[in-house]
């Protein structure tokens, strides 16, 4: 890893001063999360998902009978598919298979369960188009990979179809926030910091809805009967400790579960693939898996 490459992140991080109210967080992230531009190649669809926002991405040569339905990182309270948009584009083409991003509706004006209605609207549409369930792999990063876990467990539990596979990135897995990384983290982290995880918990959980409710905190839930999940994530995060934990209770329930921690990287690193070398190989790892998840072993054309 070149230290300048994850250092120049973290200055584009720091550049300005946190954003207080709302308007101005959404409008940081989307600044940071789209600094470099999608790849010329990318062909942008948008598409109403029944109501919700998406917006499909494909690269030449792509298998579009596969799709990655991703659910952005925020907090649930910003993020956008303009944030993401290079982040997933990058991943479809790196599994060689189309994308569909998902805008759900955010806290506080919308908090929970507005976020799990709009991914579950997503999905039935996604599976109105013909897809099979198994040759779709749902991913998010740190509040969209909490997402696709509490997604996955609402279909386990009317007994539909799983998709073939579950891609979670930096995920925000316990809104109690009891991880202890939240502290021994704090100084290397330049992003996420309890205090701010507090603002956003408080934002997006109703009162009356305990932080436990495994739909809110899904490292609360029973996870037996979930896809294969690969769960990525940074030593250099506070929230590390939230992919660790998950990831070993998912792995007592018998879910095949393959953990990376990946050295000196920062929360959701993927987003900056453009500039960063481990940004790239983490969504090739990435890639790899959701070709042998989905049934689509060749790997994407050059």
């Given at each position: 890893?070149?230290q300048?490459?994850?250092?120049?992140v973290?200055?584009l991080?720091?550049?300005?001063?946190r954003p207080?109210?709302?308007?101005?967080?959404?409008?940081r992230?989307d600044e940071?999360?789209?600094f470099?531009?999608?790849a010329?190649?990318v062909?942008l669809?948008?598409?109403?998902?029944?109501g919700?926002?998406g917006e499909w991405s494909v690269?030449?040569?792509?298998?579009?009978?596969?799709?990655l339905?991703?659910?952005?990182g925020?907090?649930?309270?910003?993020?956008s598919?303009?944030s993401?948009?290079?982040?997933?584009?990058?991943?479809?083409?790196?599994?060689?298979?189309?994308?569909?991003?998902?805008?759900?509706?955010?806290?506080p004006?919308h908090?929970?369960?507005?976020a799990?209605?709009d991914?579950?609207?997503?999905?039935?549409?996604?599976?109105k188009?013909?897809?099979?369930?198994r040759?779709?792999?749902?991913?998010?990063?740190?509040?969209g990979g909490?997402?696709?876990?509490?997604?996955?467990?609402?279909?386990r539990?009317?007994?539909?179809?799983l998709?073939g596979?579950?891609w979670?990135v930096?995920?925000?897995?316990?809104?109690?926030m009891?991880g202890?990384?939240?502290?021994?983290?704090d100084?290397v982290?330049?992003?996420?910091?309890?205090?701010?995880?507090?603002e956003?918990?408080?934002?997006?959980?109703?009162?009356?809805?305990?932080r436990?409710?495994?739909?809110?905190?899904?490292?609360?839930?029973?996870?037996n009967?979930?896809?294969?999940?690969?769960?990525?994530?940074?030593?250099?995060?506070?929230?590390?400790?939230?992919?660790?934990r998950?990831?070993?209770?998912?792995?007592a329930?018998?879910v095949s579960?393959t953990?990376?921690?990946?050295?000196h990287?920062i929360?959701?690193?993927?987003?900056?693939?453009?500039h960063?070398?481990s940004?790239?190989?983490?969504?090739?790892?990435?890639?790899?898996?959701?070709?042998?998840?989905?049934?689509y072993?060749?790997?994407?054309?050059?």
């Amino acid at each position: 890893m070149g230290q300048d490459e994850i250092d120049a992140v973290r200055a584009l991080l720091t550049s300005k001063p946190r954003p207080v109210g709302w308007a101005e967080r959404r409008q940081r992230l989307d600044e940071v999360g789209s600094f470099w531009p999608v790849a010329s190649d990318v062909k942008l669809d948008p598409v109403d998902l029944d109501g919700v926002p998406g917006e499909w991405s494909v690269v030449p040569g792509s298998d579009t009978s596969r799709v990655l339905l991703f659910f952005h990182g925020g907090g649930y309270c910003s993020g956008s598919l303009r944030s993401h948009r290079r982040m997933v584009t990058e991943a479809g083409r790196s599994a060689g298979i189309r994308t569909l991003a998902v805008g759900y509706r955010l806290a506080p004006e919308h908090p929970f369960p507005a976020a799990m209605e709009d991914a579950l609207t997503a999905w039935r549409f996604l599976r109105k188009q013909g897809v099979a369930a198994r040759h779709i792999a749902v991913g998010g990063d740190s509040a969209g990979g909490g997402l696709a876990v509490v997604l996955n467990n609402e279909l386990r539990d009317a007994k539909e179809e799983l998709p073939g596979c579950a891609w979670l990135v930096s995920p925000w897995t316990d809104l109690t926030m009891s991880g202890s990384t939240l502290t021994t983290k704090d100084n290397v982290d330049p992003i996420i910091h309890a205090g701010y995880l507090g603002e956003l918990a408080d934002a997006c959980v109703p009162p009356g809805t305990g932080r436990k409710d495994p739909r809110v905190s899904p490292l609360y839930a029973e996870l037996n009967g979930l896809p294969p999940m690969l769960i990525q994530v940074g030593s250099a995060e506070t929230l590390l400790e939230d992919a660790t934990r998950f990831a070993a209770v998912a792995g007592a329930a018998d879910v095949s579960v393959t953990l990376e921690i990946w050295p000196h990287m920062i929360h959701a690193w993927p987003m900056w693939n453009a500039h960063l070398k481990s940004g790239r190989s983490a969504l090739a790892h990435a890639g790899t898996f959701m070709r042998a998840h989905l049934g689509y072993p060749r790997p994407p054309q050059p």
